[in-house]
């Protein structure tokens, strides 16, 4: 069974910091994209930054040198650092990845728990 793991996240003021982790554990054969979403209340779940196992990125304009991703192959694992935080970053941010199974041809979506990150003004 494959499973993503979240951890980080919190309450911080506009202009502070805070990191995000992902852990993907299991019967994992292989990862290809590796990303967070976030969904604030009331609207669609949207991209925040993508990473290739390439390590090429994609951000959302809104979150543009401000964020980084990145990703640790060996480890399974992606962060995202999240400087200069603002109010309307505010929302539950999910970790993504696309993963190949044990016992699987294809790849598949896989989605974390969810991690608040909440900013205060």
């Known amino acids: 069974q494959v499973q993503l793991v979240e ?18 554990s299991g019967s994992i054969i292989s990862i290809d994209d590796m990303g967070w979403y976030r969904q604030a209340p009331g609207k669609q779940r949207e991209l925040v930054a993508l990473v290739t ?8 304009d809104s979150v543009k040198g401000r964020f980084t991703i990145s990703r640790d192959n060996a ?19 999910y970790c993504y990845a696309v ?23």
């Open 7 to 24: 951890s980080g996240g919190g309450l911080v003021q506009a202009g502070g910091s805070l990191r995000l982790s992902c852990t993907a």
């Open 53 to 60: 196992r390439g390590s090429s990125t994609n951000y959302a």
């Open 75 to 93: 480890k399974k694992t992606v962060l995202l650092q999240m400087n200069s935080l603002q109010p309307a970053d505010t929302a539950v941010y």
């Open 99 to 121: 993963i190949r199974g044990y016992g699987n041809y294809r790849y598949s979506d896989y989605w974390g728990q969810g991690a608040q990150v909440t900013v205060s003004s």
